[in-house]
């Protein structure tokens, strides 16, 4: 549809998304006064919404796959806060998506948060702390599921 065109088009002029970068579907969200950087081969889907407040950074590497319905946020209000008498000082950070990660539909990433690269966020997931390389994470609160198997190349047979 032209008019995502455009509207993505404004996104890439805005922030530093790649040329490669891809946006799969419709409204997909990109906002705010801090930095988003979305890295080469990679694509967000549908409905998803990445927020970079004012200081903060949003970096999605290389590669990576980011499923529909997704929230990436770099700031949040304190959970303790009363919010019938005051308003809290927000919890902002950076958030990363190392490279080739995978991060499932239906996922919140807060902020602070680091996904390490090859790492796979299992789908409905809240992120609320770091995910280090090479692992399968999943769940509410996300938790580590298992390290990801070494992928051996296929071997050719030979026939005597």
């Known amino acids: 549809m032209l008019y995502w065109r455009i509207i993505y088009h404004s ?6 998304v790649s040329p490669t ?15 988003i950087e979305c890295g080469d081969e990679s694509y967000i889907g549908s409905l998803s919404t990445v927020q970079a407040c004012a ?22 209000s304190p959970s303790d806060t009363d919010f019938r008498i005051e308003e809290g000082i927000p919890v902002t950070g950076n958030v990363e998506i190392g490279d080739g990660a ?15 690269a090859n790492s796979v966020v299992g789908a ?10 090479g692992e399968i ?8 599921i298992r ?10 047979s030979v026939e005597s």
Do not use: M
């Not at 996104?11 to 530093?16: H, K, L």
């Not at 590497?61 to 770099?74: D, K, L």
């Not at 992120?127 to 280090?132: A, G, H, Q, S, V």
């Open 11 to 16: 996104y890439r002029a805005t922030y530093s």
């Open 21 to 35: 970068f891809r946006f799969n579907g419709p409204w997909i969200e990109l906002y705010g006064d801090g930095s």
């Open 55 to 76: 200081g903060r950074t949003v970096r999605v590497g290389r590669r990576c796959r980011i499923a529909h319905n997704v929230r990436i946020y770099t700031q949040t």
């Open 102 to 116: 995978w991060i499932g539909a239906n996922v919140f990433i807060g902020p602070g948060v680091s996904v390490g």
């Open 124 to 133: 409905n997931s809240v992120i609320t702390r770091d995910i280090p390389a």
């Open 137 to 144: 994470w999943g769940g509410v609160p996300a938790r580590p």
């Open 147 to 156: 390290a990801k198997q070494a992928r051996r190349p296929p071997t050719e």
